[in-house]
């Protein structure tokens, strides 16, 4: 099955500092998607993205999706306490228009 | 706007006894999804219906699990006979055809 590679597994910084995180998959991407989540709570949508090349912000949140659509990026500038949290990578295959793949998860604590 | 609606939020029961865990999608949306997760296995989609259709379910783990959309606004899904192995977090997401899809607050279930 269709699988995402997401690294950093976890990420310890200090407060202030920007951040960046990034899947990679082994098969064409149709769409790429960032959540957040809180602990207790569900996944929360960040950027979506749906073409190659693009490039999307959110505040202070920047994702690309990787010319090649087999990658993806998001970076965080300036962390806050507040963006603690797991952050998930996902998308949708070309095999699988409704079916998300979702990549393990990147842990981000900031410290003070 | 209303968002997912998860019921209930925490769940603890016995080895045997019967689950029954219940989602409200947002409106207008027509894909809705069934996920489980664990530390050990992250997210993983048991289910999903498109127009209240069930369209892929292998990744429901067992027969002890099914789950029913009868309507646009409601679905459930049902352990029965629960497990301790079926401890985890349940969530629901929904979205419009399947693309950007927005997860419930979750259902935390503990089997004893």
């Known amino acids: 099955g269709q699988q995402l590679n997401q690294s950093p597994q976890s990420m310890f910084i200090q407060e202030g500092e920007d951040v960046s995180m990034n899947c990679t998959s082994s098969?064409?991407?149709?769409?790429w998607l960032w959540y957040k989540q809180d602990p207790g709570e569900g996944p929360v949508l960040l950027i979506a993205?749906?073409?190659?090349?693009e490039l999307t912000s959110n505040g202070r949140l920047t994702a690309q999706f990787g010319i090649t659509r087999k990658d993806s990026f998001l970076n965080i500038s300036a962390s806050i306490p507040s963006d603690v949290g797991i952050y998930f990578c996902?998308?949708?295959?070309?095999?699988?228009?409704?079916?998300?793949?979702f990549g393990s998860g990147t842990q981000l604590t900031v410290l003070p | 706007d209303a968002g997912v609606i998860q019921s209930p939020r925490h769940e603890v029961t016995e080895m045997g006894q019967e689950v029954t865990l219940r989602c409200k999608p947002i409106?207008?949306?027509?894909?809705l999804f069934w996920y489980r997760q664990t530390m050990m296995r992250g997210l993983e989609l048991l289910i999903y219906?498109?127009?209240?259709?069930?369209?892929?379910d292998s990744g429901m783990p067992e027969d002890r699990f099914s789950a029913k959309m009868p309507n646009a606004s409601f679905s459930t899904l049902k352990i029965q006979p629960s497990e301790p192995r079926d401890s985890a977090v349940y969530f629901c997401?929904?979205?419009?055809?399947?693309?950007?899809?927005?997860f419930g607050p979750g259902t935390r279930l503990l089997v004893l």
């Open positions: 993205l749906y073409k190659a090349g």
């Open positions: 996902a998308g949708h295959s070309s095999g699988s228009a409704r079916q998300l793949t």
């Open positions: 219906f498109n127009n209240n259709v069930p369209i892929d």
């Open positions: 409106s207008g949306h027509n894909s």
């Open positions: 098969s064409i991407f149709n769409t």
């Open positions: 997401a929904s979205s419009i055809r399947g693309e950007t899809q927005y």
